[in-house]
């Protein structure tokens, strides 16, 4: 199974964030309805600044690394 290191525009502390929820490979990561992994993220991940905690832009991260495209080329 493709592992979510091998998704673009992931760095460790988003791989990191996501394992806390259980999202380990990239096939966990496309079927998760973006906005419950969202929610959950919320819950186990405070929010110290957008870019270090579970801000909005995870949304958006996610889905583009879903298509395996980098979110700050999007």
Not at 44 to 64: E, H, I, M, N, Q
Request: charged content about 25%; glycine content about 6%; hydrophobic content about 45%.
């Amino acid at each position: 199974m493709e592992s979510v290191d091998q998704l673009k525009g992931l760095g460790p502390k988003s791989r990191v964030m996501l394992a806390k929820i259980g999202i380990h490979t990239a096939q966990q990561l496309r079927q998760a309805d973006a906005f419950e992994v969202y929610a959950q993220l919320r819950q186990v991940v405070p929010v110290v600044r957008p870019a270090w905690g579970a801000s909005r832009c995870v949304l958006a991260r996610d889905k583009a690394a879903t298509k395996n495209r980098d979110f700050a080329a999007a």
